[in-house]
């Protein structure tokens, strides 16, 4: 059995930018080498002004966002999201998150193996 405890100061930050992100990284906290082999939990960090790039694919995640304002579009509908909430993103379904606070907008975001690259 795999047991795994960590911190996000030791992880490493993946720069997004080069997949049309703007001021975003990712850490990857749970998956398959911490024995999480069907799923990927990453913690996504946007920078002030920051946003992912209006997207889609084949697989739904889930998010919780642990601090931070901002708001996440889906399916042409806008939310506004803070600290404590959570969200479901279908598979298929275009969507976007976007930092509109004055600090850092950090998530957890839930995605199966196939979902993380």
Known sequence: MNMFVGNTKDMPKIDMTPGGAKGAWK???VGPEQGWEDYVMRII???VNGNSPAHRHDWPHIN???SGQG???IADKEYTIGAG???YVPSNEDHCFTNT???PLEFICIVPIRGEA
């Open 71 to 73: 708001t996440l579009m």
């Open 85 to 87: 909430d959570c969200a």
């Open 101 to 103: 606070g004055e600090n």
């Open 45 to 47: 960090t946007l920078e």
């Open 27 to 29: 850490q990857v906290a």
């Open 64 to 66: 919780y966002v642990i």
